[in-house]
Every structure is written in C-alpha cells, then in structure tokens.
C-alpha cells in the first residue's frame, strides 16, 4: 500500500475562502432543514461497525452521532430519500451560481482541486497499467470534473450518475473499470447503498478513487463541530480515516493508496481564529498557529505524512 | 510442485517462507550441510548431511548459496532440473558466468531466473511507469548510492573474504544498482571507476565510485559501499521532463528507512513559486512484495514452460559483463 504526500501549496482564499462561505453556508442548511419538513429517517446505526452511534454534537439543530469504534459522525436524522436527492440537486445548483464562492473561484478551483485529482488519477492508472477504461463517476449533475476527464482522453467512456441513482444497481448498466467517488460517501444518505451498489457495476480488479473530509483530520479534530465547513448535505458522512478503511475494505476492496495530502489544515484552523477568537484552542495549538512558515509548513507535511489531515484520498482495487 | 532450496541461510530463509506459501509448492527440501536438521522446526524438510541429492524427486532447485558454489549448483540443476532460480551474483566471476551460460545453451528448453528483486520493488515499478510516456520523458542521467555499514562482524562474513565471495562491496549490493541502472537506461558500458579498500582491509572494495554511460551516451554513476555508516540506498533518475528519486526499502530491521519515491516536475519561473523549487510528490509504500512477486513469476514461467519476465540470463550476462569490466580496469587500492 502506498501514501501520498506533496509540497504543493495554495491559499485557503484560491479555493474555499472562509469568509465568502457564508451564503453556501446558509442555503445549505436552510434547504436541509426545509427537506426535513418533508419528513425524518431516524440513523442510529454506524454504516461502518453497525454500532449504535452515540450523540456527539449538533450543526445549527442538526445532530451527529459518533460510532466508538472509528470515531466516524453521521447525520442522524435524514429526510425522506426523495427529498435528499432533491437537496443535493439544489446545493449542486447553488454551487453554480454567482452567489457561491465555487462559482466566482471557479478557475482557481478547477486549477487547484480538480486539475491535480485528475493527475492522481492518470498516475495511479499509469502505475496500475490501465489503458482507456471506463469511467463511472457518482456526482451531482452537472459535473465539474467529467469535461476534464473527457477532455484528457484516459477513459473509452464516461458516465456520471448522482449518488442516488448510482445507489440503484440494475443489471442492464455497463461495468466500469474505473469508479470515482470524490466526496461521494461524505454527502450519501446511504453510503452502504452506494458503495455496494457501484461495486456491482465494477469489473473484478477495477479501481475506486475516494477523496473525503476525514474527521480525524487535524482541522476537524481541532474545531470539531465549530468548523464552518462542516455543513450538510455535503458533509452528512464524516468518516474517520480508519473508519474509511474499515469501509472499503468490508466491501471487499484492498486498499492500494490511503494518503491525505491536505494542504490547509492549519490554514483553516487559523481563519476561524481569526474569525472567532474566542474559540477553544490549546495553548500548544495557539503556539503552531503563532509559529514562523517553516515550522506550520514542517507540520503541515508531518500531518501528510502521517494520515493526519483533513483532506483523504484513496485508491482501492475491487477483489 | 517440489522444490530443492540450497542454501538455509539469510537468502534461502526468505525464499523458504515465500515458497511454503505458494499454493503450487507442495514440498521444500533444504539442502545445506551447515544447518543442524534437529535444531529447526522444518518438519523434516532438511536433507540429512552427507544424504544424496533427490534431484529425481523435484521439480526446480533455488540456490542460495554462498557465491563460490553458485555456478556449479547451479549448472547442475539446470542439467538435472531444467527450472533453477539463483540468487544474485550469478558466480564469482565472468568464468563462472560463462559456465552457467554453457549449462543453459545445452539445455535448450531450460527455465532460469536469477534473483534481482530490486527491479520489483515498488518505488522502481512505480519510477518504470512515470518515465517516457509515463509523463517525465527520456532519461538524461541516472546516479544511485547504495551502502551499508558494514558491521562488527564484517571481516568475517563470507561475502568479503575474496577465495568465497569473488569481489567485495559492488559485487555484493553495487550489483542490484547496476541492474537497474540498465533497467533505466539499456545496456551501459564502463568509462571509469574507483575502487579502494581503505577502511575494513579485507583485500576487496569496500567502496566502488563507478562511471558508466548508456547507448546514447547518457551518464550513469554509482557508489556502492560499506563504510555508509547509515544505510542507504538511493536512486535518482533525472528526466526531460522532471526527476526522480528512490530511496529507502523495507528490511527486517527497517534500517535503510521508509521506501519513497519522490516525483518533482521540472517548472520554470512562470509555473512555479520559486525557480528550482518545483512541486513534489513523495510516495510511501509501506509493502515490499519484490520477494513474493519474483518468485511467483519464476513458478508461473515453470507451470507455462516459458521464459521468466525478470531476471534473465541476457541481463544477468549484461551486469556480470559490468563487474568483469570494472574488475578489469581498475585496481583496489588501499
């Protein structure tokens, strides 16, 4: 197995500036809570461990639980399916308005974050010699990454399917050999659904790509519920990254890559300090974020190197 | 199948475990006059000392042997085998190279692989994929150190006694990193080198400082020692279009460090923050399945009856040509 770790760096500002995230923010969580007017699905049970989950805190009224086991959060009360798909219809637009900030840094992110996930994926392909496969990718229509994944002529064929309809295995679907769920699991009202269901549609020996927000990464662990980032419907799953493992790895992939090459931790800790200073923060925390650049840097790359950061991402061959 | 292992000591240990996994393998016979039978849990697999080959009962031989009994065993289980793996160096010297060479010439349907488990390591199958196509372009130039420390008991390890070993430190280690030079590069000629025995005095090189150059002229140079007081081993593959550097490898003791791949891009000014500070991917891998690999490779070319994909004669001929050479022309100095 293998893990990744970069010295590429790029301001929180280029990508997903703090303080233009209010508006995302906000639709976000006044359409979730307008979805559940529509109804509530009780979860009580880890999709990881099938553990209960235990309370562990709330995002403006919206409760997560914990699963012990892996330290993963999970939404706990869901809409009706119907009424989530239509959310994640309705954020997915949102995302591509001029009141998103994924809208005004539209070039910025398509530079930052989609150009260097297809990288991973053309090297990954390259390294598991993988010639023009098929490609299903499980996302919101429409999709900011299919074009550059047309456009860069690694794959014979390209499908994107939402996580709903992608949770719905049928027979008469065309394998893949290639399957991307780039924070697919993190917005799933059902990741088990999802992830048994694209299993299916990949041919044995396939990859899977997985990129997520880990909740044992060092800006959640440190802001916990506080982070403003932390919104659903995107973030409805917050697994752990053992808690990711444990997940592939019960659906029978071998992990090949478990890397988390985030590049912001400390910089997203810090903009919510600056925010709001009086957040809780340990004096060792305040002393890294008062540090010289060398030394966050330094840190930075220790919590790359040693699955520590926020930001996973992971290759897994389909047994 | 049923398989004769020469040689029970730190080589024959690692084949040993891989083949008892291996579900072809049905039955391993240790043939090694140095091991006491009784004092291993072998389940009797151990051919008592003095006891006559049961070459009739096998299927392959592996040896690993120490160097001066390579090529003989080796010769003769090509003749009575056919299906023989043998560890690196294939013999002492280029006339022994040559008496394994003759052995495999007189039997025609012969399966041979010599035991060069650097090239599958995977920071070196991940470098193979990156270059050319892979993205980095042609290779301009290959440089790698490899060494180790030596040890309290150095002087009296086979390896550097030169009547049992043939040669000292680039016979050795110097000798993976002279395949994969060639693996990187084709085959290479010798253009200069220095070999000293400065430090351990055991009347071999414990330092190698080789310059080779490949069909194209491209420069490759090696350092392969034993007096790196940290072991190490390094690779650095300089690209059109970036570079490359492998370093570290999984031992038992973890002492040549985590094995990486660094991948930098070549940038100028206008793609980077910094002029000469390019951006870098540093890989880690955390398995080292080179030893799995190579001898499953070997097995599947016996079950198919064709040649194996790693470690053939010709490559095992074209770096014993390297270290005859460099024997060749240049002297130990003290």
Same mark, same amino acid.
């Given at each position: 197995?293998?893990?990744?770790?970069?010295?590429?760096?790029?301001?929180?500002?280029?990508?997903?500036?703090?303080?233009?995230?209010?508006?995302?923010?906000?639709?976000?969580?006044?359409?979730?809570?307008?979805?559940?007017?529509?109804?509530?699905?009780?979860?009580?049970?880890?999709?990881?461990?099938?553990?209960?989950?235990?309370?562990?805190?709330?995002?403006?009224?919206?409760?997560?639980?914990?699963?012990?086991?892996?330290?993963?959060?999970?939404?706990?009360?869901?809409?009706?399916?119907?009424?989530?798909?239509?959310? &994640?219809?309705?954020?997915?637009?949102?995302?591509?308005?001029?009141?998103?900030?994924?809208?005004?840094?539209?070039?910025?992110?398509?530079?930052?974050?989609?150009?260097?996930?297809?990288?991973?994926?053309?090297?990954?392909?390259?390294?598991?010699?993988?010639?023009?496969?098929?490609?299903?990718?499980?996302?919101?229509?429409?999709?900011?990454?299919?074009? &550059?994944?047309?456009?860069?002529?690694?794959?014979?064929?390209?499908?994107?399917?939402?996580?709903?309809?992608?949770?719905?295995?049928?027979?008469?679907?065309?394998?893949?050999?290639?399957?991307?769920?780039?924070?697919?699991?993190?917005?799933?009202?059902?990741?088990?659904?999802?992830?048994?269901?694209?299993?299916?549609?990949?041919?044995?020996?396939?990859?899977?790509?997985?990129?997520?927000?880990?909740?044992?990464?060092?800006?959640?662990?440190?802001?916990?519920?506080?982070?403003?980032?932390?919104?659903?419907?995107?973030?409805?799953?917050?697994?752990?990254?053992?808690?990711?493992?444990?997940?592939?790895?019960?659906?029978?992939?071998?992990?090949?890559?478990?890397?988390?090459?985030?590049?912001?931790?400390?910089?997203?800790?810090?903009?919510?300090?600056?925010?709001?200073?009086?957040?809780?923060?340990?004096?060792?925390?305040?002393?890294?974020?008062?540090?010289?650049?060398?030394?966050?840097?330094?840190?930075?790359?220790?919590?790359?190197?040693?699955?520590?950061?926020?930001?996973?991402?992971?290759?897994?061959?389909?047994? | 199948?049923?398989?004769?292992?020469?040689?029970?000591?730190?080589?024959?240990?690692?084949?040993?475990?891989?083949?008892?996994?291996?579900?072809?393998?049905?039955?391993?016979?240790?043939?090694?006059?140095?091991?006491?039978?009784?004092?291993?849990?072998?389940?009797?697999?151990?051919?008592?000392?003095?006891?006559?080959?049961?070459?009739?009962?096998?299927?392959?031989?592996?040896?690993?042997?120490?160097?001066?009994?390579?090529?003989?065993?080796?010769?003769?289980?090509?003749?009575?085998?056919?299906?023989?793996?043998?560890?690196?160096?294939?013999?002492?010297?280029?006339?022994?190279?040559?008496?394994?060479?003759?052995?495999?010439?007189?039997?025609?349907?012969?399966?041979?692989?010599?035991?060069?488990?650097?090239?599958?390591?995977?920071?070196?199958?991940?470098?193979?994929?990156?270059?050319?196509?892979?993205?980095?372009?042609?290779?301009?130039?290959?440089?790698?150190?490899?060494?180790?420390?030596?040890?309290?008991?150095?002087?009296?390890?086979?390896?550097?006694?030169?009547?049992?070993?043939?040669?000292?430190?680039?016979? @050795?280690?110097?000798?993976?990193?002279?395949?994969?030079?060639?693996?990187?590069?084709?085959?290479?000629?010798?253009?200069?080198?220095?070999?000293? @025995?400065?430090?351990?005095?055991?009347?071999?090189? @414990?330092?190698?400082?080789?310059?080779?150059?490949?069909?194209?002229?491209?420069?490759?140079?090696?350092?392969?020692?034993?007096?790196?007081?940290?072991?190490?081993?390094?690779?650095?593959?300089?690209?059109?279009?970036?570079?490359?550097?492998?370093?570290?490898?999984?031992?038992?003791?973890?002492?040549?460090?985590?094995?990486?791949?660094?991948?930098?891009?070549?940038?100028?000014?206008?793609?980077?923050?910094?002029?000469?500070?390019?951006?870098?991917?540093?890989?880690?891998?955390?398995?080292?399945?080179?030893? @799995?690999?190579?001898?499953?490779?070997?097995?599947?070319?016996?079950?198919?009856?064709?040649?194996?994909?790693?470690?053939?004669?010709?490559?095992?001929?074209?770096?014993?040509?390297?270290?005859?050479?460099?024997?060749?022309?240049?002297?130990?100095?003290?």
């Amino acid at each position: 197995m293998r893990s990744v770790e970069t010295n590429s760096s790029f301001p929180l500002s280029a990508v997903k500036p703090l303080e233009e995230l209010a508006s995302y923010r906000e639709f976000c969580l006044s359409q979730t809570l307008k979805a559940l007017q529509q109804g509530r699905r009780k979860r009580q049970i880890s999709p990881v461990t099938h553990q209960p989950l235990e309370p562990c805190g709330e995002t403006a009224g919206l409760e997560y639980g914990r699963c012990s086991q892996t330290g993963s959060f999970f939404l706990m009360t869901l809409p009706p399916a119907s009424a989530w798909t239509q959310l &994640l219809e309705e954020v997915n637009r949102f995302r591509h308005s001029p009141e998103a900030f994924h809208f005004t840094h539209a070039r910025s992110r398509s530079d930052r974050v989609y150009l260097p996930k297809l990288e991973w994926i053309q090297e990954t392909l390259r390294f598991q010699r993988l010639v023009s496969p098929a490609v299903l990718e499980v996302a919101p229509s429409p999709s900011d990454l299919m074009p &550059l994944l047309k456009e860069s002529g690694l794959f014979s064929k390209g499908f994107t399917s939402s996580e709903q309809d992608a949770s719905k295995s049928s027979l008469d679907q065309e394998p893949v050999e290639v399957a991307l769920l780039l924070e697919a699991l993190d917005r799933s009202d059902d990741p088990e659904a999802l992830l048994e269901a694209v299993r299916k549609r990949m041919v044995t020996g396939g990859l899977l790509f997985v990129t997520a927000l880990v909740v044992s990464g060092f800006d959640m662990a440190v802001l916990g519920m506080n982070n403003l980032y932390w919104v659903p419907p995107d973030r409805a799953n917050g697994f752990s990254l053992k808690g990711l493992t444990q997940f592939l790895t019960r659906f029978g992939f071998n992990l090949l890559e478990v890397s988390t090459p985030g590049v912001l931790d400390l910089e997203i800790v810090q903009a919510h300090r600056q925010r709001d200073p009086s957040i809780p923060l340990s004096v060792f925390e305040r002393q890294l974020l008062e540090s010289d650049e060398q030394t966050r840097m330094g840190f930075q790359s220790f919590l790359q190197q040693q699955g520590l950061s926020s930001f996973a991402r992971l290759v897994a061959r389909k047994a | 199948m049923n398989i004769l292992l020469f040689g029970y000591g730190y080589m024959g240990k690692i084949r040993h475990a891989v083949l008892r996994r291996h579900p072809a393998v049905r039955r391993v016979t240790i043939v090694d006059p140095f091991i006491d039978p009784k004092m291993l849990d072998l389940d009797g697999a151990v051919l008592p000392p003095c006891a006559p080959v049961p070459w009739e009962e096998h299927d392959a031989a592996f040896i690993c042997t120490p160097n001066n009994v390579t090529a003989d065993l080796c010769a003769q289980s090509l003749r009575r085998l056919r299906r023989v793996f043998c560890e690196k160096p294939p013999g002492r010297n280029w006339e022994e190279f040559c008496q394994i060479d003759e052995a495999a010439r007189s039997v025609p349907d012969h399966v041979l692989a010599f035991g060069f488990n650097h090239r599958l390591h995977p920071s070196i199958q991940a470098a193979l994929a990156l270059l050319g196509e892979g993205g980095l372009g042609e290779v301009l130039y290959v440089k790698g150190t490899y060494g180790k420390s030596g040890g309290s008991q150095y002087r009296e390890s086979w390896r550097n006694n030169r009547e049992v070993s043939g040669g000292g430190i680039l016979l @050795d280690q110097g000798i993976h990193m002279l395949d994969l030079f060639q693996l990187f590069l084709g085959p290479l000629t010798v253009v200069e080198a220095v070999l000293t @025995d400065s430090f351990w005095k055991c009347g071999v090189e @414990d330092n190698a400082f080789v310059l080779l150059k490949g069909g194209r002229g491209q420069p490759a140079f090696l350092h392969s020692s034993a007096t790196l007081w940290k072991h190490t081993f390094r690779i650095e593959i300089g690209c059109e279009n970036g570079y490359l550097k492998a370093s570290g490898f999984l031992s038992k003791t973890g002492s040549y460090g985590r094995e990486q791949l660094v991948i930098g891009k070549r940038q100028f000014e206008d793609e980077a923050f910094s002029l000469g500070n390019p951006r870098e991917e540093i890989i880690h891998f955390d398995r080292d399945e080179s030893w @799995d690999k190579e001898v499953h490779e070997f097995l599947a070319a016996v079950q198919e009856g064709r040649p194996p994909h790693h470690g053939s004669l010709e490559e095992a001929r074209q770096v014993m040509k390297l270290v005859h050479d460099i024997y060749a022309m240049t002297p130990v100095t003290q």
